[in-house]
């Protein structure tokens, strides 16, 4: 575990914490005017190693050369010219700052972060950190990497595959999400998961790689419905030349001769789970752990026995839970970014999937 403290005068700006993965969904922008929860989860931070923040730079003002130097091999809407390096935190583990509001960066309904550092440290006043918390954004504090550093609290050893999946407790791919400022029962909305849609756009950058430009399966189910329909708009029609399956800690691959294998990353140190033996030669997708877990061990909808008034032995078949109204559609710009950055976006086909992205849009096979 680790403190983080001001570089100008040394004092505390957080709680203790332990570093785990950056989430795929910490840059999202979703919807219009909805509230997002807390990106991390309390005792925990995450480093983006890629520069972000402001200043930004258009992609038309970039050299092809300089871009591709950083990891870009294909267009995306703005670069930043930020520092490396910045710290995502929980608002409620920040310690010993003060908020300066009046520097809102353009937002809507509360922080947005597009004026740099709004937090200064308040023994120094040396400006330390943003915090965002507008609609549509996730509420996250981004400590600035050359305003803090962090000394170590104690040696944290990473938990096992198998203590990671022994409760096998998963992301809920849908449920309620509420508009900003609004108390009122008909404003909320049972919606896809952001979370499960951000994933899903890193994940099908990886499966269109991984395709070659041939047709591609994934398991029917949860898995289909989420993958499946995009897969088919963008790759061409025909039987499926080749297949991805489900594989990981405590399942093995159902078809060990399978090309490509949809895995979990490690939540602490971001590694993608190995196999072993034949499917070592598999390519990889990388799939949240909760998410992962929701895929590979569905949980069924049973009845369950209920006490109090009626017998003990009696089973009643609680409501299902309401399920979104829309088909799911993975996040835009998670693709994008995530396929831009993957070598293999040089070659014509991945190059005229990304310049017509706009048009997917408008389809509904991505949500913008």
Same mark, same amino acid.
């Given at each position: 575990?680790?403190?983080?403290?001001?570089?100008?005068?040394?004092?505390?700006?957080? /709680?203790?914490?332990?570093? %785990?993965?950056?989430?795929?969904?910490?840059?999202?922008?979703?919807?219009?005017?909805?509230?997002?929860? %807390?990106?991390?989860?309390?005792?925990?931070?995450?480093?983006?190693?890629?520069?972000?923040?402001?200043?930004?730079?258009?992609?038309?003002?970039? !050299?092809?050369?300089?871009?591709?130097?950083?990891?870009?091999?294909?267009?995306?809407? %703005? #670069?930043?010219? *930020? @520092?490396?390096?910045?710290?995502?935190?929980? =608002? *409620?583990?920040?310690?010993?700052?003060?908020?300066?509001?009046?520097?809102?960066?353009? /937002?809507?309904?509360?922080?947005?972060?597009?004026?740099?550092?709004?937090?200064?440290?308040?023994?120094?006043?040396?400006?330390?950190? &943003?915090?965002?918390?507008?609609?549509?954004?996730?509420? &996250?504090?981004?400590?600035? =990497?050359?305003?803090?550093?962090?000394?170590?609290?104690?040696?944290?050893?990473?938990?096992?595959?198998?203590?990671? &999946?022994?409760?096998?407790?998963?992301?809920?791919?849908?449920?309620?999400?509420?508009?900003?400022?609004?108390?009122?029962?008909?404003?909320?909305?049972?919606?896809?998961?952001?979370?499960?849609?951000?994933?899903? *756009?890193?994940?099908?950058?990886? #499966?269109?790689?991984?395709?070659?430009?041939?047709?591609?399966?994934?398991?029917?189910?949860?898995?289909?419905?989420?993958?499946?329909?995009?897969?088919?708009?963008?790759?061409?029609?025909?039987?499926?030349?080749?297949?991805?399956?489900?594989?990981?800690?405590?399942?093995? @691959?159902?078809?060990?001769?399978? !090309?490509?294998?949809? %895995?979990?990353?490690?939540?602490?140190?971001?590694?993608?789970?190995? =196999?072993?033996? =034949?499917?070592?030669?598999?390519?990889?997708?990388?799939?949240?752990?909760?998410?992962?877990?929701?895929?590979?061990?569905? /949980?069924?909808?049973?009845?369950?026995?209920?006490?109090?008034?009626?017998?003990?032995?009696?089973?009643?078949?609680?409501?299902?839970?309401?399920?979104?109204?829309?088909?799911?559609?993975?996040?835009?710009?998670?693709?994008?970014?995530?396929?831009?950055?993957?070598?293999?976006?040089?070659?014509?086909?991945?190059?005229?999937?990304?310049?017509?992205?706009?048009?997917?849009?408008?389809?509904?096979?991505?949500?913008?």
């Amino acid at each position: 575990m680790f403190v983080f403290v001001c570089t100008g005068c040394g004092a505390d700006l957080t /709680a203790p914490l332990s570093q %785990v993965e950056l989430p795929v969904h910490a840059h999202q922008s979703y919807g219009n005017g909805l509230q997002l929860p %807390v990106l991390m989860e309390p005792g925990t931070f995450a480093v983006e190693p890629e520069p972000w923040g402001p200043p930004w730079r258009r992609w038309e003002d970039t !050299d092809p050369d300089e871009a591709e130097a950083r990891g870009i091999y294909a267009p995306v809407g %703005v #670069l930043s010219d *930020g @520092a490396p390096g910045a710290i995502a935190v929980a =608002p *409620g583990d920040v310690r010993g700052t003060r908020l300066l509001p009046e520097l809102r960066g353009g /937002a809507c309904c509360g922080i947005a972060g597009g004026d740099g550092p709004n937090m200064v440290c308040t023994a120094c006043g040396l400006p330390v950190a &943003t915090r965002i918390d507008d609609c549509s954004l996730w509420q &996250t504090v981004w400590l600035a =990497p050359d305003a803090v550093h962090r000394l170590p609290v104690d040696n944290a050893v990473p938990l096992s595959w198998e203590e990671l &999946t022994a409760e096998r407790e998963g992301t809920p791919p849908f449920g309620p999400m509420a508009r900003w400022g609004a108390s009122h029962e008909p404003y909320r909305y049972w919606l896809w998961s952001p979370v499960w849609e951000a994933a899903a *756009g890193r994940a099908l950058a990886h #499966l269109l790689v991984a395709s070659q430009g041939d047709p591609v399966s994934v398991p029917d189910g949860l898995a289909g419905e989420v993958f499946q329909r995009t897969l088919d708009t963008l790759l061409p029609a025909g039987p499926p030349a080749r297949r991805a399956v489900l594989a990981g800690p405590g399942q093995r @691959a159902s078809d060990p001769a399978a !090309d490509i294998l949809l %895995v979990p990353t490690h939540p602490q140190t971001g590694e993608l789970w190995a =196999p072993e033996g =034949p499917s070592a030669a598999a390519y990889l997708v990388p799939l949240p752990l909760g998410i992962w877990l929701r895929l590979a061990f569905p /949980a069924p909808h049973l009845p369950l026995p209920v006490l109090g008034n009626m017998p003990a032995d009696v089973l009643r078949d609680d409501p299902i839970v309401p399920r979104p109204r829309s088909l799911f559609a993975a996040d835009g710009r998670s693709f994008q970014e995530t396929l831009a950055r993957l070598p293999a976006a040089r070659s014509p086909w991945l190059r005229e999937i990304l310049d017509s992205l706009t048009q997917k849009w408008h389809g509904r096979v991505f949500f913008q």
